[in-house]
C-alpha cells in the first residue's frame, strides 16, 4: 500500500471514493458536484487529502484534513473530517494506515493534536481511533447551527 497526497490527477478516483463515503452517511450528491467540491479543496488548499492505493494503483481510501487553530493551547491542529475505505478492502489495515499518515502529517507540520468527530453508531470507527490512542471527549457537546 502507498499514501500520498491527493492532486488534481487523483480527482476522478476520489470523487468516486467521497461520493461511497457520503452514501455511508447517507448523504446522496451528483459525482460533478462531489468532483468539484474535492477540485476546490485541493486548488484552494483548504485540505489536505491522503490517498491509499494498492500496489496495483487502485484507490483504497482516503482521509481528509482541514487545519485550525486551538484558541485554549494557544497553537495549530488539524481536524480529520473525512475517512473512507472501500468497503472491499475493510479491516485489512488501510483506515489504520490512514489514520497514521494523517498523524505523520500533523506531527510534521508540528500541529498540537489531532480532532476528530464520528457518529455514534460507527463502532468499527471509535474502535480503531481508540486503539491508536484517541480519547473521547466527555467533558464538550458539539452543536450545530444550520445556515442552509
Not at 496495483?56 to 482541514?66: D, P, S, W
Not at 485554549?72 to 475493510?90: F, G, K, M, N, T
Request: proline share 3%; aromatic share 12%.
Amino acid at each position: 500500500m502507498h499514501i500520498q497526497a491527493a492532486t488534481a490527477v487523483d480527482l476522478d478516483e476520489l470523487a468516486e471514493l467521497f461520493c461511497a463515503y457520503l452514501c455511508f452517511y447517507e448523504v446522496g450528491k451528483p459525482q460533478p458536484q462531489v468532483r468539484d467540491f474535492l477540485a476546490a479543496r485541493l486548488r484552494n488548499r483548504d485540505s489536505i487529502i491522503l490517498l491509499a492505493r494498492d500496489k496495483q494503483g487502485v484507490a483504497q481510501g482516503f482521509v481528509q484534513l482541514y487545519a485550525f487553530f486551538s484558541s485554549l493551547a494557544l497553537q495549530p491542529a488539524w481536524l480529520l473530517s473525512d475517512l473512507y475505505v472501500s468497503e472491499q478492502v475493510r479491516r485489512q489495515g488501510v483506515g489504520e494506515a490512514l489514520m497514521n499518515a494523517a498523524r505523520a502529517h500533523a506531527v510534521a507540520t508540528g500541529a498540537f493534536g489531532l480532532q476528530l468527530e464520528t457518529a455514534k453508531s460507527n463502532l468499527p470507527g471509535q474502535a480503531l481511533y481508540e486503539r491508536l490512542g484517541y480519547v473521547r471527549d466527555e467533558a464538550f457537546y458539539t452543536y450545530w447551527l444550520a445556515l442552509k
